[in-house]
């Protein structure tokens, strides 16, 4: 399958306007959440945050419109369309506790005729951090290419305290010398 930008969008805004009716919110995840910050790059799947007490309606929604799911975990379900050469989704369950707190530093972007929230740019990088643990991770070096554009883009310093414990908290002391080396060679290269 060619990728193609128009038939991930459709699927965006179909799943926005259905969700939207049935009363189900999400932020959009993974790549398509790192384009909306500034670093485009091919993501062949969509890949969507929300609350683990909306699960059922969740899956309920996708079968409604082709999909099925073919892997499940306890933090997420991934759904393939009944359609062929439509986009895969993947869905990451979190307690309400964290989705408000995700949902509420959250951006809204404009995606194709929709409008949709995306993690704010720290948020993404403890989501990626979270994926790059992950022991069925396929390539967690996409993952740390994404983290070091996001904090470069969004000029996070690992410096500032608040960051820094988040990085903390999602990577451990291992990730948080990753990406101050990361932020210091950057900081290196401006200056020449």
Known sequence: ????????????????????SQGLDFLLIGGQAVIHHGYVRMTLDLDLLARESQRAAWRTLLEKINYQSYAEATAF????????????????FVLDETWAKLRADAVSKSSGQVE?????????????????????????????????EIIR??????????????I??????????????MWNAGAKESKE
């Open 116 to 148: 949709v929230l995306i993690p704010s740019a720290p948020h993404l990088v403890a989501l990626k951090l979270f994926a790059t643990k992950s022991p069925t991770r396929r390539s967690p070096g996409k993952d740390w290419t994404d983290i070091e």
């Open 153 to 166: 883009r969004h000029k996070l310093d690992p410096g500032d305290q608040k960051f820094a414990d988040l």
């Open 1 to 20: 399958m060619g990728y193609r930008w128009d038939m991930i969008l459709q699927l965006i805004e179909r799943l926005t306007r259905e969700a939207s």
């Open 77 to 92: 379900i991934q759904f393939v369309s009944r359609i062929p050469g439509e986009f895969p989704v993947d869905i990451m």
């Open 168 to 181: 903390r908290r999602y990577g451990g002391e291992e990730a948080l010398a990753k990406i101050r080396q």
